[in-house]
């Protein structure tokens, strides 16, 4: 099974090798979609885990234990792309390059890229973009 989550670091966190711990100790599979992280100011990763539930369940409660504050993300961004017109607005928000212009000026869009920030939804003249509550398999 795959979840994604929010990970939030105090500034004592940063420097501890959290990352390569879960991979090594809890046997889960760890895919950084963002990562927001400064010494000595703490800072934010959207990382994918990929284990059993026990994994990733025990991973989950490793972070907590640790200070980590962990949110699961649970929405979706859902894209009408079949209307899209490649005018490239919605690249300009997206930090973690999910949507992206090809080199012949058409709109692509990596799911697995993507942080669900919201943030397309406004930036698109055609509002092709909204997000759900519900979480893919
Ligand atoms: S919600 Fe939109 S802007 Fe935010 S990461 Fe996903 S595709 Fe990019
Ligand atoms: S802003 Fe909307 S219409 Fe423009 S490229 Fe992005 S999805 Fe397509």
Same mark, same amino acid.
């Given at each position: 099974?795959?979840?994604? /989550?929010?990970?939030?670091?105090?500034?004592?966190?940063?420097?501890?090798?959290?990352?390569?711990?879960?991979?090594?100790?809890?046997?889960?599979?760890?895919?950084?979609?963002?990562?927001?992280?400064?010494?000595?100011?703490?800072?934010?990763?959207?990382?994918?885990?990929?284990?059993?539930?026990?994994?990733?369940?025990?991973?989950?409660? /490793?972070?907590?234990?640790?200070?980590?504050?962990?949110?699961?993300?649970?929405?979706?961004?859902?894209?009408?792309?079949?209307? *899209?017109?490649? *005018?490239?607005? *919605?690249?300009?928000? *997206?930090?973690?390059?999910?949507?992206?212009?090809?080199?012949?000026?058409?709109?692509?869009?990596?799911?697995?890229?993507?942080?669900?920030?919201?943030?397309?939804?406004?930036?698109?003249?055609?509002?092709?973009?909204?997000?759900?509550?519900?979480?893919?398999?």
């Amino acid at each position: 099974m795959k979840r994604r /989550y929010a990970l939030r670091f105090s500034p004592t966190l940063v420097e501890q090798p959290i990352v390569s711990k879960l991979v090594r100790i809890y046997d889960v599979d760890i895919n950084i979609l963002n990562a927001d992280v400064a010494s000595g100011r703490g800072g934010k990763l959207i990382v994918e885990l990929s284990g059993s539930s026990e994994a990733i369940q025990e991973s989950v409660s /490793y972070l907590n234990e640790i200070g980590i504050g962990v949110s699961e993300m649970v929405k979706e961004l859902i894209f009408q792309d079949d209307a *899209c017109i490649h *005018c490239g607005a *919605c690249t300009a928000v *997206c930090s973690p390059r999910a949507l992206r212009l090809g080199k012949d000026a058409t709109l692509l869009f990596d799911a697995a890229l993507c942080v669900v920030c919201g943030l397309c939804v406004q930036a698109c003249p055609l509002r092709l973009f909204s997000v759900s509550d519900e979480r893919g398999a």
